[in-house]
């Protein structure tokens, strides 16, 4: 099971961070990835980091958010600096195969 909070509405410039706790006692054994998805948008993915703590990045959000991970607490973060509006979307934490219940972040002009 994978829980996502932390969003919510932030004017553009502003910054979030985006939290999700897995369940299980795996956690560090598996690659953790954040996507999004906007309104009559595809899901895409954000960032990942693998087990090793190795992170890429879209394109689109290089050099303004940074994907990080506790293994000891089963978590994943996405900090969200310097954001836009376009960045406005659902966000989801995915591994493998599960993904959370999404959490929105809304980012006013």
């Known amino acids: 099971q994978l829980v996502e909070s932390g969003g919510g509405l932030v004017q553009a410039g502003g910054s979030l961070r985006l939290s999700c706790v897995a369940s299980?006692?795996?956690?560090?054994?598996?690659?953790m990835s954040w996507f999004r998805q906007a309104p009559g948008k595809e899901r895409e993915l954000v960032a990942q980091?693998?087990?090793?703590?190795?992170?890429l990045y879209a394109d689109s959000v290089k050099g303004r958010f940074t994907i990080s991970r506790d293994n000891a607490k089963n978590r994943v973060y996405l900090q969200m600096n310097s954001l836009k509006p376009e960045d406005t979307a659902v966000y989801y934490c995915n591994r493998a195969s599960y993904w959370g219940q999404g959490t929105q972040v809304t980012v006013s002009s």
């Open positions: 980091i693998s087990s090793g703590g190795s992170t």
């Open positions: 299980g006692r795996t956690f560090s054994s598996y690659a």
